[in-house]
């Protein structure tokens, strides 16, 4: 596919060729891997306060640092090990962001289902919401802060109420095309 950021793609998704790969491919398309819905809640993480493109330039330093987000590996990583990822300029060089990387993956192993756990929001079914532009959406909605509330009693972190909905979007649970986008998910 060719870029063409006047086509009636989603807005954010126009400023490179590898944003609007994200987005026609992955974005709000529905998953439910445990190891790639690790891996969204860990980018959508590590974005907060950053760009989305910066992150998605990051995302195969991510993989190589974090195991390919296996979640027992990343779980069983040592401190040292997570300090010597503050050297790496293939990630996000925020302490408390790689840290949670490896308390999430014990949070979710937890869990046990993941994505059973994420699903259940939604009752197995993605929310629709038809916008008609961006600024239709909100950063975040009450869904999102359940979501994030309920995500920190378990012993989540960096999953406030925008990042809860940002995942939410990423892995399907939520779609946000805009009427008229081309992408798979949008309807």
Request: charged residues 25%; aromatic residues 10%.
């Amino acid at each position: 596919m060719s870029f063409d950021p006047d086509d009636g793609t989603c807005a954010w998704a126009n400023s490179s060729p590898e944003m609007r790969a994200y987005h026609d491919a992955e974005w709000g398309v529905p998953s439910h891997d445990d190891r790639h819905l690790f891996e969204m809640l860990t980018l959508e993480g590590a974005q907060a306060g950053l760009s989305w493109s910066m992150v998605l330039k990051r995302r195969d330093g991510y993989s190589a640092a974090f195991h390919g987000f296996d979640l027992e590996k990343v779980a069983s990583m040592t401190d040292a090990r997570l300090e010597a990822l503050r050297d790496d300029a293939g990630i996000v060089r925020n302490r408390a962001k790689i840290y949670s990387t490896r308390s999430n993956s014990a949070a979710i192993l937890a869990l046990g289902s993941f994505s059973d756990y994420l699903w259940d929001w939604v009752d197995g079914t993605p929310v629709v919401n038809h916008p008609h532009g961006m600024g239709d959406l909100s950063a975040h909605t009450e869904l999102s802060d359940r979501l994030s509330k309920d995500l920190k009693k378990r012993g989540f972190s960096f999953v406030g109420t925008t990042i809860a909905y940002s995942l939410m979007q990423a892995v399907g649970m939520i779609d946000d095309h805009v009427v008229g986008c081309p992408a798979k998910g949008a309807r």
